[in-house]
């Protein structure tokens, strides 16, 4: 079957954005148009000759209307397939007549839910009448158009100005294949929805739905295909940025720039991270966002040269400015005034992406992680050590600059892949080692970061000098420590939980070391 003309439809919209528009077109097409409820009225009101479904089944609306389009007259005619002589047979004795068009979305379950409306109000806008049309029409898009986005009225319409009243298969296929995802998404934020209800955070089934955002030109590499989708979470984010200026945004750039921002929105001092491959190069508390930007940068300028920049407050003039100094893929951030905006202005390949708001690294959530045939699903690592957490471990306390330096590491390293060992003093990342598969190879790869750094800013002692290192995961031998130690640090944070923790400390001590222990690791695989 090719083109079909469309000569009946039923339209019951719960968003009647471009309704009125596209009723009169099917008006002026001579399309008989049956609806229930609001979505006539405001038909009728805009002059549109409607049938109400009750009248079309002869069966009123009840149950508050949940009950009004799940009838034969309404099923019969999405479902009977034309051309079938025992289907047609059936529907003449039953005076069932053929509906050619279906326009429905859904109750907006997903925006109630999103309001924190109460449960009962939750279950009430679980459309039901909508899903079994929508499913009926799909199942024989081979004759019946089905629409469930006001988006698709514009083709939906070019299809019928240009085949005498009728709509293409291959549109009627593409419209199908959308309006079953749209439900699957809708029944998959029920379930999401149910299963948090009753606190089942790992239900028998999951179900997992994304709206798609945009399409990727490749994914990590040229040969492989990739596209963004976002789910209902609305986490300020890469998901909620709007973006200002820069080329279209890649896979590694949204990958990066994701995990800039979720580190920069630790701190609640001023913050800026500097981002390459997933990992930090520099992170720094400031004064302002000029000072936290300076202070990173010297962590590791060779490779924030095409990095990713995070900052968690509004992006101004001067530190956009100084930004523009170095080549930079991307820079996020909840906002930009004028001047920044203008300072990036002739940077023309630089993204730059505003979120509207900083992300709660303490808010629960979900993470998901696709393997061979399967999902890891865990929650977000919305860990937080705070001073009154840790532990004093050797004969020597942490003098308070050392303990707010160790917070600061501490809360930076959760961000850094494993095994990860990090450098920091006076708010300031100074080395870093990062996705090693030896603990003391990354301790020795932060010190040579931190010579090399020091190299860079004119100055004579490698930075890890006088700094306090932090560690992910305990170290399982007292040799990552003594590494640290050789390098300069004089205060120590680490989860603890070695059987060589005995060890450990009393290296810790014979060298001079502070060192408190967190009871918590930041594995980051």
Request: aromatic share 6%.
């Amino acid at each position: 079957m090719t083109a079909t003309p469309i000569r009946r439809a039923l339209l019951s919209v719960s968003d009647k954005t471009g309704l009125i528009e596209f009723g009169k077109f099917l008006a002026g097409q001579k399309v008989e148009i049956l609806s229930t409820g609001g979505t006539a009225k405001a038909l009728r009101d805009a002059g549109v000759a409607v049938k109400d479904v009750s009248d079309h089944t002869g069966f009123p609306e009840m149950l508050d209307g949940r009950v009004k389009t799940l009838h034969p007259m309404v099923h019969g005619g999405l479902l009977g397939i034309r051309g079938n002589a025992t289907h047609e047979g059936e529907m003449s004795k039953h005076n069932i007549t053929n509906i050619d068009l279906l326009v429905v979305n859904l109750y907006p379950f997903e925006a109630t839910v999103a309001k924190g409306a109460d449960f009962e109000t939750c279950i009430e806008n679980i459309d039901i009448g909508g899903p079994a049309m929508i499913r009926s029409a799909s199942k024989n898009h081979e004759a019946v158009t089905v629409v469930v986005d006001a988006s698709d009225y514009g083709a939906v319409q070019e299809s019928m100005s240009a085949n005498n009243g009728a709509t293409t298969h291959e549109l009627r296929r593409h419209l199908a294949a959308k309006a079953f995802a749209r439900t699957g998404a809708y029944d998959a934020a029920i379930s999401q929805w149910f299963a948090a209800q009753l606190g089942d955070t790992f239900p028998q089934r999951i179900v997992v739905a994304g709206e798609l955002k945009q399409t990727l030109r490749y994914g990590e590499n040229p040969h492989q295909t990739a596209a963004f989708y976002i789910n209902s979470q609305a986490r300020p984010g890469v998901a909620t940025a709007r973006q200002l200026q820069g080329k279209e945004l890649s896979y590694n750039n949204l990958n990066d720039t994701d995990a800039a921002f979720e580190l920069v929105s630790e701190f609640d001092l001023p913050a800026v991270a500097i981002i390459k491959h997933a990992n930090p190069c520099g992170v720094a508390l400031g004064s302002d966002l000029l000072d936290a930007y300076k202070k990173a940068l010297v962590c590791d300028p060779v490779s924030a040269f095409g990095g990713i920049v995070a900052l968690n407050r509004p992006l101004d003039g001067p530190t956009a400015e100084e930004i523009a100094k170095l080549f930079t893929e991307v820079v996020i951030a909840p906002a930009a005034d004028e001047a920044a905006i203008a300072a990036f202005a002739a940077k023309k390949n630089l993204r730059l992406l505003v979120t509207g708001a900083m992300a709660d690294p303490a808010a629960p959530g979900m993470t998901l992680k696709s393997l061979s045939g399967g999902y890891l699903l865990q929650g977000r690592d919305a860990g937080r050590v705070m001073q009154a957490d840790l532990k004093v471990v050797t004969k020597r306390a942490p003098t308070a600059q050392e303990m707010a330096d160790l917070l600061f590491a501490f809360r930076v390293c959760k961000h850094v892949k494993s095994n990860a060992i990090i450098y920091c003093k006076n708010g300031a990342t100074v080395g870093i080692g990062a996705g090693q598969m030896s603990r003391v190879d990354s301790a020795r790869i932060a010190a040579w970061k931190s010579a090399e750094a020091a190299k860079a800013a004119g100055v004579a002692e490698p930075l890890a000098k006088g700094s306090v290192v932090a560690s992910d995961a305990f170290f399982p031998f007292s040799d990552g420590l003594l590494a640290a130690a050789e390098a300069g640090a004089t205060a120590v944070i680490q989860p603890g939980g070695s059987v060589r923790d005995d060890e450990v400390i009393k290296a810790a001590d014979e060298k001079g070391l502070a060192m408190v222990m967190t009871g918590m690791r930041h594995f980051r695989h």
